[in-house]
């Protein structure tokens, strides 16, 4: 049957047809085959025009139609409904963009014309094979999500929620209000901005149909127009909001302070703070910024910046307290720990690092002298044993926190002596017998139970302890094991694994060394037993590593005491062979090396050089290349091993193979440090008490997330550098002989020294005063961020605007003259809540200006250094600001530099003609090239264009008007909510005259500033303009989804699921039963994705088929 199609040509006045020939395209298309008539008319989107279309589909009984004209996003929907009307399928309809596609984007009437012509042709190929669709209506969700607390938010929320509806205010800031809050005043009423905000404000915080979700940010949307979901990531307030009474008992004793952003750095706030006394939420905050690089970067994430800063206090038992909470032997740990903290602590960018090892250190030994151990409460005991083989620092650790649960646990060793590898794998020159046995004692105190001695697999087994009621076992065994060099000759007297010469000295069995001792390996083990060598009798001792200094694992300052002590080393060198007299070493054969490529752990692997070879006299080698563990003794249980021959676990639980039994530190790692092995310790302490309370494994909360390692400008402007303090030693000539500590310690003067150097990076350092402060115990500084899922129908985006760095403009001296100011730092000055309490001072010594200076336009109107577009209200505020100051001061002169006064709101011109008549401002036309100091005043140099030469005005302050831009996250809001933006970063409405507040997503609205630049009263407006689309979408009940989704051929789908995880909609999914994909119409939006990437071409979109488009480009092709 012959297809009847019309095609519809509108002028659109002479938006088309000034450039495109419709008449023209009209007559050649008029005689193709399946056109049973082409029109053309002036505004064919009129009601004439929509008439002449119905009337054709009535009377020539059309049955497709082809309407080329502009913004089909916005028409489209028009013509559909005109085609709907006259009886025909809405889908039987294809729009052309001859407009945006032709006219307006070329200068050549015939080009335009043609191009014009191949896109109508092109139509009527494609519209022939349309299919009529029906969509589906789907019921609307009545809730509204408002993102944004400042005004335009506020009054959307108020809104809806006033008309019987459910709204989540989301504002990422502790408070709602946005940037209205920070203001004095208001033009040109000069209204009090706080009394006009504040009853707003407060009727949102009680209103029964708001919550408000401050500290919060969508992280993503799916659905579609009147079902959306939306996820919403909340970081933690840690002040309750139901128990804070806001009596601000907190703030005094919080040691913390830094720049307040709502004061725009012209006064400090504590971390756990109020904006203003009436600021809604109504009760206090604290601000974190993350994990700072210290906590983030230790393995037990041990809270360093909290413990520095109460050991600057000289709270040394609070410090202590807060170190126990992940690492419960701070002794230990301060002499032994390798200190990622120290690598990552941001001071290390200015000077050098804190010395957070030596404090942790100081505060254990403070608490050793005093002899008296201080535990957290121990919980109910329970009736549940733990066995723990191993006494090293992951078996003790996981005994320290199973026994504050209250479970009854005893450590199995095999050793005489507690303390695994700590016993007897470090000397005790650096870590002393007695300290380790008072941390051990003090383990020991809260319950737990140690028997030495006992060998697991022959002393005791699974089936044993499973026989006395132990109900989980944590296997925590070292690395007592040696590796082997695989050198000839390695078996001869003299040659000396560095694990066994380092137990047997601590075990004080006989140590057997000859003069010439060589110590094969560069880690800290090695330097170890070079060190321990020159204690016990060797004359010389040299260490062999077969890369460079640069690459030695050792610590630094290992290694430089080591050469302090007269120990030499030899780089670049390896045994090949050891030759001996009757079974005993005498010589050791050495080969030269060189760096090659790098090899799997990033270093350049050796390589020996060919001829270099070279016999050495040696009485004794000590070899320290690695540790194995001794994994015979544990074959019993079964467990799965790795290739390395560790123990296999579950990286979150630490659980094995074995239900019931749990492993970590070295028996998992491999060669681990202390903290690590800690931490272990700890992980399986939480998963045993879960395993044996829930009789599951919980799922392990993630860690808090971390803050930006590199130091702010902000920080680096505050901070002044402070030397650190050295760790004081025991004198070479002292050591000689003895195992004497040689780092000696910090004492209590410079450990609280080097706490006070903290930058307090991360903000809130959860020292833990406030909470210890807080009558009403409403402060929980465990509490982590949370995801929320929330259904809503409609969301308004009200993220509102950022201002310009004015940082951008140093010629204007801001930064680096503290009276050179922003026009926002000058609201603060003037608010009576603010910094001065309303009085308009001088930053630099605190008295009154009697000249100041308005500059205006720094960031906008400026292409070179700013933005091109007008920020709209600048010259008001300036207006009102140098009102405000003659109010406060008149008997002083304002200046303002302008390039062109724009009072374009109601009362505008007036309020300005008043600041100029009344207040006597001398506004001068012309940009200001300079600011500089002169004779204690500043001067701003500038040109006067009305008399056509250069000005120079003295100032007391200078005031710079900066513009408005976007917040500087839009791109993250940009893309949770698949929004687009212009060049500059605001959110693009869906038509600039007719749809001012709606968004290219159907359901999702704008107001306020994130769409452009506005002052207050067009933000309420819009917010007024954004709610009342909502209520227009609840009101309709329900609305119709879209038929252009996508659908898949089961017969063509191979389950290949490459659809499902490229689908940004999460649309499609897999079905267990057909074993093909599947797609939810009603989250589809028919973007087409899928079927893009289809290997089988199984997956389609209605409307949108393989053969309509190919129709579509052979039509335009001709």
Same mark, same amino acid.
């Given at each position: 049957m012959k297809k009847k199609v019309g095609v519809y040509i509108c002028q659109c006045g002479t938006n088309i047809a000034g450039k495109v020939d419709t008449d023209k395209i009209a007559e050649e298309l008029g005689t193709d085959d399946c056109v049973a008539v082409c029109r053309t008319y002036k505004y064919m989107c009129s009601e004439p025009g929509q008439k002449l279309i119905r009337d054709d589909i009535e009377e020539l009984g059309l049955d497709h139609v082809v309407e080329a004209s502009c913004t089909p996003k916005m028409h489209e929907p028009t013509f559909r409904n005109a085609c709907s009307q006259a009886g025909m399928n809405p889908y039987m309809f294809e729009m052309v963009n001859i407009?945006?596609?032709?006219?307006?984007?070329?200068?050549?009437?015939?080009?335009?014309?043609?191009? +014009?012509?191949?896109?109508?042709?092109?139509?009527?190929?494609?519209?022939?094979?349309?299919?009529?669709?029906?969509?589906?209506?789907?019921?609307?969700?009545?809730?509204?999500?408002?993102?944004?607390? !400042?005004?335009?938010?506020?009054? +959307?929320?108020?809104?809806? +929620?006033?008309?019987?509806?459910?709204?989540? &205010?989301?504002?990422?800031?502790?408070?709602?209000?946005?940037?209205?809050?920070?203001?004095?005043?208001?033009?040109?009423? &000069?209204?009090?901005? !706080?009394?006009?905000?504040?009853?707003?404000?407060?009727?949102?915080?009680?209103?029964?149909?708001?919550?408000?979700?401050?500290?919060?940010?969508?992280?993503?949307?799916?659905?579609?127009?009147?079902?959306?979901?939306?996820?919403?990531? @909340? @970081? #933690?307030?840690?002040?309750?909001?139901?128990?804070?009474?806001?009596?601000?008992?907190?703030?005094?004793?919080?040691?913390? *302070?830094?720049?307040?952003?709502?004061?725009?750095?012209?006064?400090?706030?504590?971390?756990?703070? =109020?904006?203003?006394?009436?600021?809604?939420?109504?009760?206090?905050?604290?601000?974190?910024?993350?994990?700072?690089?210290?906590?983030?970067?230790?393995?037990? $994430?041990? *809270?360093?910046?909290?413990?520095? %800063?109460? %050991? $600057?206090?000289?709270?040394?038992?609070?410090?202590?307290?807060?170190?126990?909470?992940?690492?419960?032997? +701070?002794?230990?740990?301060? =002499?032994?720990?390798?200190?990622?903290?120290?690598?990552?602590?941001? =001071?290390? @960018?200015?000077?050098?690092?804190?010395?957070?090892?030596?404090?942790?250190?100081?505060?254990?030994?403070?608490?050793?002298?005093?002899?008296?151990?201080?535990?957290? #409460?121990?919980?109910?005991?329970?009736?549940?044993?733990?066995?723990?083989?191993?006494?090293?620092?992951?078996?003790?650790?996981?005994?320290?926190?199973?026994?504050?649960?209250?479970?009854?646990?005893t450590i199995f060793e095999k050793l005489t002596m507690a303390g695994g590898m700590l016993a007897v794998g470090i000397p005790a020159y650096r870590l002393p017998r007695d300290i380790l046995s008072a941390e051990i004692d003090n383990l020991l105190s809260m319950g737990v139970t140690l028997q030495t001695g006992v060998t697991f697999g022959t002393d005791i087994t699974y089936e044993s302890l499973e026989a006395d009621g132990y109900e989980s076992i944590f296997v925590a065994t070292g690395l007592h094991k040696s590796g082997q060099m695989r050198v000839e000759g390695e078996d001869l007297k003299g040659v000396v694994p560095g694990t066994d010469l380092l137990r047997q000295h601590a075990l004080d069995e006989p140590v057997t060394i000859g003069k010439r001792v060589v110590v094969i390996g560069g880690g800290n083990v090695a330097v170890d037993c070079a060190r321990t060598c020159l204690r016990v009798g060797a004359e010389s001792v040299e260490i062999l590593y077969r890369r460079t200094r640069k690459e030695m694992p050792a610590w630094d300052i290992e290694v430089e005491e080591a050469e302090k002590e007269g120990i030499s080393l030899s780089f670049l060198a390896a045994p090949i062979r050891f030759v001996g007299d009757n079974g005993q070493l005498t010589h050791m054969e050495v080969i030269r090396m060189k760096l090659g490529e790098p090899d799997d752990s990033g270093r350049r692997r050796p390589v020996p050089v060919e001829g270099s070879q070279e016999l050495v006299a040696v009485d004794t080698v000590v070899a320290a290349i690695g540790q194995a563990p001794e994994m015979e003794t544990l074959d019993s249980l079964s467990l799965d091993t790795s290739q390395w021959g560790t123990i296999t676990t579950d990286e979150d639980t630490l659980a094995t193979s074995r239900p019931g039994v749990f492993a970590g530190g070295d028996c998992t790692l491999g060669a681990a440090s202390f903290v690590e092995a800690v931490a272990h310790g700890r992980q399986a302490a939480e998963s045993i008490h879960s395993y044996l309370k829930y009789g599951g494994l919980k799922e392990i909360k993630p860690r808090e997330r971390a803050m930006d390692p590199d130091l702010t400008a902000e920080e680096r402007l505050r901070a002044k550098p402070i030397e650190r303090q050295p760790m004081p030693h025991l004198a070479v000539e002292q050591r000689a002989g003895n195992f004497e500590e040689v780092d000696l310690g910090l004492s209590a003067e410079t450990a609280s020294a080097e706490g006070q150097r903290c930058l307090h990076c991360g903000l809130c350092c959860q020292c833990g005063e406030c909470a210890r402060a807080c009558g009403p115990q409403a402060i929980d500084l465990t509490e982590t961020e949370r995801i929320h899922e929330i259904d809503v129908g409609a969301l308004i985006v009200a993220t509102g605007i950022d201002v310009f760095d004015a940082v951008k403009y140093p010629e204007y001296g801001y930064g680096k003259y503290p009276d050179v100011i922003t026009n926002l730092q000058y609201e603060r000055l003037c608010n009576s809540s603010g910094p001065t309490h309303g009085e308009v001072l001088k930053p630099s010594d605190g008295k009154v200006p009697q000249s100041v200076v308005f500059i205006q336009c720094v960031g906008s109107r400026d292409r070179a250094k700013g933005y091109e577009y007008c920020s709209k209200v600048c010259c008001m505020i300036s207006a009102k600001q140098l009102r405000i100051f003659k109010h406060h001061n008149p008997n002083g002169q304002a200046y303002v530099f302008y390039i062109d006064n724009r009072a374009g709101g109601k009362g505008y011109e007036e309020f300005m003609r008043q600041a100029i008549e009344e207040d006597n401002a001398q506004y001068i036309r012309g940009r200001v090239a300079k600011v500089y100091q002169e004779g204690g005043r500043l001067v701003v140099r500038g040109e006067n264009s009305l008399v056509g030469g250069p000005v120079e005005v003295e100032a007391d302050l200078v005031v710079l008007a900066t513009g408005l831009v976007p917040q500087s996250d839009y791109m993250t809001v940009a893309r949770a909510l698949n929004l687009s933006t212009d060049k500059y970063g605001f959110f693009i409405e869906a038509h600039p005259k007719l749809g001012p507040v709606e968004t290219s997503l159907a359901g999702i609205f704008l107001a306020g500033g994130a769409q452009g630049p506005k002052d207050i009263p067009e933000s309420v407006a819009q917010g007024a303009a954004a709610g009342a689309e909502a209520l227009a979408l609840f009101g309709m009940g329900e609305v119709e989804v879209e038929p252009t989704v996508a659908l898949v051929d089961e017969r063509l789908c191979t389950g290949c699921r490459t659809c499902e995880s490229l689908c940004p909609y999460t649309a499609v999914t897999f079905s267990d039963e057909s074993k093909t994909a599947a797609v939810n119409d009603a989250l589809c939006q028919g973007c087409g994705t899928c079927a893009a990437a289809c290997p089988t071409g199984a997956i389609g979109v209605r409307h949108y088929t393989s053969e309509q488009i190919c129709a579509q480009i052979e039509g335009m092709l001709g």
């Amino acid at each position: 049957m012959k297809k009847k199609v019309g095609v519809y040509i509108c002028q659109c006045g002479t938006n088309i047809a000034g450039k495109v020939d419709t008449d023209k395209i009209a007559e050649e298309l008029g005689t193709d085959d399946c056109v049973a008539v082409c029109r053309t008319y002036k505004y064919m989107c009129s009601e004439p025009g929509q008439k002449l279309i119905r009337d054709d589909i009535e009377e020539l009984g059309l049955d497709h139609v082809v309407e080329a004209s502009c913004t089909p996003k916005m028409h489209e929907p028009t013509f559909r409904n005109a085609c709907s009307q006259a009886g025909m399928n809405p889908y039987m309809f294809e729009m052309v963009n001859i407009r945006e596609h032709c006219s307006w984007v070329s200068e050549d009437t015939d080009a335009a014309t043609t191009k +014009a012509k191949d896109l109508v042709r092109g139509g009527v190929a494609r519209v022939v094979h349309h299919e009529p669709l029906r969509g589906s209506r789907k019921p609307v969700q009545p809730t509204a999500m408002v993102v944004g607390g !400042g005004i335009a938010g506020i009054t +959307a929320s108020l809104k809806i +929620a006033d008309a019987g509806y459910q709204v989540y &205010l989301v504002e990422q800031d502790e408070i709602i209000g946005g940037r209205m809050a920070q203001f004095d005043k208001t033009f040109p009423t &000069l209204d009090c901005a !706080g009394c006009t905000l504040t009853p707003k404000t407060s009727e949102v915080g009680r209103h029964p149909n708001i919550e408000i979700m401050t500290k919060s940010q969508v992280e993503s949307i799916s659905g579609f127009v009147g079902n959306f979901k939306v996820k919403v990531r @909340q @970081q #933690p307030r840690y002040v309750s909001l139901e128990k804070c009474t806001g009596c601000g008992d907190c703030q005094p004793v919080c040691p913390v *302070n830094f720049d307040s952003a709502f004061e725009e750095g012209m006064a400090t706030r504590h971390p756990i703070s =109020r904006a203003f006394p009436q600021a809604i939420p109504n009760t206090f905050s604290i601000l974190r910024a993350g994990a700072p690089p210290c906590e983030f970067n230790c393995p037990a $994430g041990v *809270n360093a910046m909290g413990y520095m %800063t109460l %050991t $600057g206090m000289e709270k040394y038992e609070e410090a202590l307290d807060l170190v126990r909470e992940r690492m419960p032997f +701070a002794a230990i740990c301060g =002499r032994i720990c390798f200190h990622p903290c120290e690598t990552a602590c941001k =001071r290390g @960018q200015i000077e050098s690092p804190l010395s957070i090892c030596a404090t942790k250190r100081f505060l254990g030994d403070w608490e050793l002298a005093r002899n008296e151990f201080k535990h957290p #409460p121990i919980k109910k005991s329970r009736d549940k044993k733990v066995a723990i083989i191993g006494s090293g620092p992951a078996g003790l650790s996981a005994a320290y926190y199973l026994a504050l649960e209250g479970y009854s646990v005893t450590i199995f060793e095999k050793l005489t002596m507690a303390g695994g590898m700590l016993a007897v794998g470090i000397p005790a020159y650096r870590l002393p017998r007695d300290i380790l046995s008072a941390e051990i004692d003090n383990l020991l105190s809260m319950g737990v139970t140690l028997q030495t001695g006992v060998t697991f697999g022959t002393d005791i087994t699974y089936e044993s302890l499973e026989a006395d009621g132990y109900e989980s076992i944590f296997v925590a065994t070292g690395l007592h094991k040696s590796g082997q060099m695989r050198v000839e000759g390695e078996d001869l007297k003299g040659v000396v694994p560095g694990t066994d010469l380092l137990r047997q000295h601590a075990l004080d069995e006989p140590v057997t060394i000859g003069k010439r001792v060589v110590v094969i390996g560069g880690g800290n083990v090695a330097v170890d037993c070079a060190r321990t060598c020159l204690r016990v009798g060797a004359e010389s001792v040299e260490i062999l590593y077969r890369r460079t200094r640069k690459e030695m694992p050792a610590w630094d300052i290992e290694v430089e005491e080591a050469e302090k002590e007269g120990i030499s080393l030899s780089f670049l060198a390896a045994p090949i062979r050891f030759v001996g007299d009757n079974g005993q070493l005498t010589h050791m054969e050495v080969i030269r090396m060189k760096l090659g490529e790098p090899d799997d752990s990033g270093r350049r692997r050796p390589v020996p050089v060919e001829g270099s070879q070279e016999l050495v006299a040696v009485d004794t080698v000590v070899a320290a290349i690695g540790q194995a563990p001794e994994m015979e003794t544990l074959d019993s249980l079964s467990l799965d091993t790795s290739q390395w021959g560790t123990i296999t676990t579950d990286e979150d639980t630490l659980a094995t193979s074995r239900p019931g039994v749990f492993a970590g530190g070295d028996c998992t790692l491999g060669a681990a440090s202390f903290v690590e092995a800690v931490a272990h310790g700890r992980q399986a302490a939480e998963s045993i008490h879960s395993y044996l309370k829930y009789g599951g494994l919980k799922e392990i909360k993630p860690r808090e997330r971390a803050m930006d390692p590199d130091l702010t400008a902000e920080e680096r402007l505050r901070a002044k550098p402070i030397e650190r303090q050295p760790m004081p030693h025991l004198a070479v000539e002292q050591r000689a002989g003895n195992f004497e500590e040689v780092d000696l310690g910090l004492s209590a003067e410079t450990a609280s020294a080097e706490g006070q150097r903290c930058l307090h990076c991360g903000l809130c350092c959860q020292c833990g005063e406030c909470a210890r402060a807080c009558g009403p115990q409403a402060i929980d500084l465990t509490e982590t961020e949370r995801i929320h899922e929330i259904d809503v129908g409609a969301l308004i985006v009200a993220t509102g605007i950022d201002v310009f760095d004015a940082v951008k403009y140093p010629e204007y001296g801001y930064g680096k003259y503290p009276d050179v100011i922003t026009n926002l730092q000058y609201e603060r000055l003037c608010n009576s809540s603010g910094p001065t309490h309303g009085e308009v001072l001088k930053p630099s010594d605190g008295k009154v200006p009697q000249s100041v200076v308005f500059i205006q336009c720094v960031g906008s109107r400026d292409r070179a250094k700013g933005y091109e577009y007008c920020s709209k209200v600048c010259c008001m505020i300036s207006a009102k600001q140098l009102r405000i100051f003659k109010h406060h001061n008149p008997n002083g002169q304002a200046y303002v530099f302008y390039i062109d006064n724009r009072a374009g709101g109601k009362g505008y011109e007036e309020f300005m003609r008043q600041a100029i008549e009344e207040d006597n401002a001398q506004y001068i036309r012309g940009r200001v090239a300079k600011v500089y100091q002169e004779g204690g005043r500043l001067v701003v140099r500038g040109e006067n264009s009305l008399v056509g030469g250069p000005v120079e005005v003295e100032a007391d302050l200078v005031v710079l008007a900066t513009g408005l831009v976007p917040q500087s996250d839009y791109m993250t809001v940009a893309r949770a909510l698949n929004l687009s933006t212009d060049k500059y970063g605001f959110f693009i409405e869906a038509h600039p005259k007719l749809g001012p507040v709606e968004t290219s997503l159907a359901g999702i609205f704008l107001a306020g500033g994130a769409q452009g630049p506005k002052d207050i009263p067009e933000s309420v407006a819009q917010g007024a303009a954004a709610g009342a689309e909502a209520l227009a979408l609840f009101g309709m009940g329900e609305v119709e989804v879209e038929p252009t989704v996508a659908l898949v051929d089961e017969r063509l789908c191979t389950g290949c699921r490459t659809c499902e995880s490229l689908c940004p909609y999460t649309a499609v999914t897999f079905s267990d039963e057909s074993k093909t994909a599947a797609v939810n119409d009603a989250l589809c939006q028919g973007c087409g994705t899928c079927a893009a990437a289809c290997p089988t071409g199984a997956i389609g979109v209605r409307h949108y088929t393989s053969e309509q488009i190919c129709a579509q480009i052979e039509g335009m092709l001709g």
